[in-house]
């Protein structure tokens, strides 16, 4: 029937959303994490330890708040992607650009 084919449809939607959102927020540790080592070994220990984590506030239009080898600041938008990358597709908002 239709509606059992909806709901199937439905499932599968929001197990690929919620898939989706756990690599999303392993790209961002990933991301998180090479930012404080490269500072870290740049010799500031310090702007490492202000690298943040920001994709919680969507106003921000980026997920990652770290700082470049002359310790100013830079804004990075994660996009994470699993499986065949031979095809990138991702949406990017006005905001993130």
């Known amino acids: 029937s239709s509606a059992a084919s909806d709901v199937y449809k439905r499932q599968d939607y929001i197990r690929a959303h ?3 959102m756990a ?3 392993l790209g961002e540790e990933i991301v998180y994490n090479f930012e404080k080592e490269k500072l870290t070994k740049l010799g500031l220990k310090d702007k490492a330890k202000e690298v943040k984590a920001v994709s919680g506030d969507s106003t921000l239009g ?9 310790g100013d600041e830079i804004h990075i938008e ?3 992607k699993s499986g065949n990358i031979s095809y ?3 949406y990017i908002s ?3 650009y």
């Open 88 to 90: 990138l597709d991702f």
């Open 62 to 70: 980026y997920d990652i708040l770290s700082f470049n080898e002359n």
């Open 23 to 25: 690599v999303g927020s």
């Open 78 to 80: 994660v996009k994470s």
């Open 94 to 96: 006005d905001n993130e």
């Open 18 to 20: 919620k898939n989706q």
